[in-house]
């Protein structure tokens, strides 16, 4: 499957070894086997130590665009790899993340937090929704919204008590729904860098700032007139456990993002917007070419594009590409730095597999299957939006800008 489980660990090696040059120029894409991991094996152990690892942050750090990637050594100060741990992000709320840890009774008997990290678009709704359907068991998320629940009183409800900035219950009123007494409770998460009309300075984010994102959190609590008010706040790292890394044909995602535009447009009354900018391959292509000069100078200027640009300048809504790449860049090296296991399920496994998706997907959460799935509807493709010529830019651009694990997990898009 292409649904691996990744855990890194510092001084420790692990016994699967698939990183060597002429392992991966001869592995043939199976849609069925992770090109990280054997059939058998879904733990992958490498030294948070070792020079493959430190390389691989160090373009992160650059905005997630560096091409060194893994193939060049890079020699890093202590000082630059204790700033590389993170050791300094958030830790204001490390006494309440202390108290969820240990429950009053000293045990460790209650459910963890599994981020569902997704560029948006990806498929994170029916992901959400098959976990809570199938378990009976509540899911969490980062952000108030049309799934973000309130209870009965008006304002959002913690999945931890003393951890009242989040994350919060999707459905806190729901009496179809339990509250899970184990395992972990899959929370929507879904970081930073990725504003949809943007310039490069407002997206182009080092793993710190990421990492901030992925623990930010929108909510609703009471205000001192008696009234809500919507609020933002963020929760402890340690309260994360593991991860799921959820990854969508980035074809299809950039689309599927231009028709969440659309629909805003809509929604806010832009009549003459959403006439010009259509949902279809003209009314697509129009808003990219919008963006596309919006934004040109500040792309030309920024060193980010320097090696890029030329290959993507002509593609619908290159910027968007640029973003998702930097974005799996990012959410593999935060996952990797905060030393969680993490599962990379790619959203046509749905498709190609669904049974053996759903139990590796459970069976990741430690949660029961208890009822019968809700229909996946796989929808439409868009590849056709784009020319041949388009795609091969894309593959030129992702090549240059992805880091060996990014580009081994989204080479198949191409071929």
């Known amino acids: 499957m ?22 991966k120029d001869s592995a043939e894409y199976n849609p069925l086997v992770s090109p ?41 100060t202590a000082h630059a790899i204790s700033h590389l741990r993170g050791e300094d992000i958030l830790n204001e709320s490390e006494n309440e993340a202390k108290k969820i840890i240990l429950s009053s009774d000293g045990s460790t008997d209650q459910p963890k937090i599994s981020w569902l990290l997704s560029f948006p678009n990806s498929g994170t709704s029916y992901t959400s929704k ?17 799934e973000h629940g ?44 990725r504003c949809a009309s943007c310039k490069p300075d407002d997206y182009i984010e080092n793993h710190h700032l990421f990492l901030k994102d992925c623990l930010k959190t929108e909510y609703i609590m009471r205000n001192g007139n008696g009234g809500v008010t919507k609020m933002k706040g963020h929760y402890d790292k340690k309260l994360v456990s593991r991860a799921i890394h959820l990854i969508r044909d980035p074809f299809d995602n950039i689309v599927s993002r231009f028709h969440l535009a659309h629909n805003r447009l809509k929604k806010r009354g832009h009549n003459k917007s959403v006439e010009k900018y259509s949902k279809s391959r ?30 993507a300048k002509e593609v619908p809504c290159h910027a968007d590409f640029f973003r998702y790449v930097q974005w799996h860049n990012l959410a593999f090296a935060t996952t990797w730095d905060l030393g969680i296991p993490a599962m990379i399920l790619h959203y046509e496994n749905y498709t190609t597999n669904f049974m053996e998706t759903k139990h590796l ?12 799935p809700p229909e996946f509807i796989m929808g439409k493709t868009y590849r056709d939006y784009f020319t041949e010529d388009e795609v091969h830019a894309v593959n030129r651009m992702f090549s240059k800008l992805a880091l060996e694990t990014t580009w081994n997990h989204t080479k198949h898009y191409f071929y």
């Open 36 to 76: 990280l991991t054997s059939p058998k094996q879904d733990f992958r152990i490498i030294s948070m130590c070792s020079p493959i690892f430190l390389i691989f942050v160090t373009g992160v750090l650059f905005g997630g665009v560096c091409t060194l990637g893994l193939k060049k050594s890079i020699d890093l």
């Open 150 to 193: 309130r209870n009965v009183s008006g304002f959002s409800t913690p999945v931890f008590p003393v951890s009242t900035q989040g994350p919060f219950w999707t459905d806190p009123n729901d009496d179809r729904f339990q509250t899970p007494s184990r395992g972990y409770v899959l929370t929507k998460s879904h970081c930073g860098a």
């Open 361 to 372: 997907l459970l069976e990741f959460l430690d949660q029961e299957d208890n009822n019968p």
């Open 282 to 311: 003209e009314g697509f292509r129009a808003f990219c070419s919008d963006l596309a000069e919006t934004y040109r100078s500040d792309e030309e200027e920024s060193r980010f594009y320097a090696d890029v640009l030329d290959d």
């Open 130 to 146: 098959l976990v809570k359907i199938v378990t009976g068991y509540k899911t969490a998320s980062n952000y108030f919204g049309a």
């Open 2 to 23: 292409d649904l691996s489980v990744d855990h890194f660990s510092c001084g420790t090696v692990g016994s699967i070894s698939s990183d060597s040059d002429s392992q």
